[in-house]
């Protein structure tokens, strides 16, 4: 997911979409999304979401951009790492 991620900022970055120093940050941001524990990836998420709104409001980068890289957002949130379900609902199994 962090080189899809990486490869839509660097294609924004191309064209002018995003600063430089924003894309940067991005792309630090989506390649720590897959370590940690399910608490950790949920917290992160939430955040390089939080990251891309602000840089939007500041015109940092593009809202077609900001779209794109939210979707992929979306459906790692589901899949997670693995490809298998989110397992953040799950931890109050005994």
């Known amino acids: 997911m962090a080189d899809q991620f990486a490869a ?3 294609e924004a970055e191309a ?3 995003v600063d430089a120093r924003t894309a940067k940050q991005l792309r630090d941001a989506a390649e720590k999304l897959a370590s940690g524990k399910p608490k950790d ?3 992160r998420l ?3 979401r939080e990251r891309l709104g602000e840089a939007a409001q500041r015109q940092q980068i ?3 951009t ?3 890289l939210l979707t992929m957002l979306e459906g790692f949130a589901v899949t997670g790492t693995d ?3 989110d397992d953040d609902e799950d931890e109050d199994d005994d």
């Open 66 to 68: 900001v779209a794109r």
């Open 15 to 17: 064209r002018g979409a």
């Open 8 to 10: 839509v900022i660097d």
């Open 41 to 43: 990836r949920t917290k």
């Open 46 to 48: 939430r955040e390089l």
């Open 62 to 64: 593009d809202g077609v």
């Open 83 to 85: 490809g298998g379900a």
